[in-house]
């Protein structure tokens, strides 16, 4: 499923990524380390640490807001 999503992405010049697929799994494999880590009695609310990764992974992705408005969308989602 991000695999798609970041290829897509790719294509369409919103992300400028040369190596799609492995920006892919990198993301897939920051979300999925989580869980090892991160308490709800820590210092960072869970809104917060989901604010921080969506601008990660879009930086993972070299991600191009001149090509869309979604990563102001997606911070204001948040």
Do not use: K
């Not at 919103?14 to 820590?42: D, H, I, K, N």
């Not at 917060?48 to 979604?70: H, I, K, M, N, T």
Request: aromatic share 8%; hydrophobic share 40%.
């Amino acid at each position: 499923m991000v695999d798609v999503e970041v290829q897509d992405g790719a294509r369409s010049g919103a992300f400028l990524t040369e190596r799609p697929l492995e920006a892919a799994r990198a993301v897939v494999t920051m979300c999925t380390a989580l869980p090892q880590w991160y308490s709800a009695a820590g210092p960072t609310s869970a809104e917060d640490v989901a604010r921080q990764y969506v601008e990660f992974a879009l930086d993972l992705v070299r991600y191009q807001p001149s090509q869309s408005g979604r990563r102001a969308a997606a911070r204001s989602s948040l």
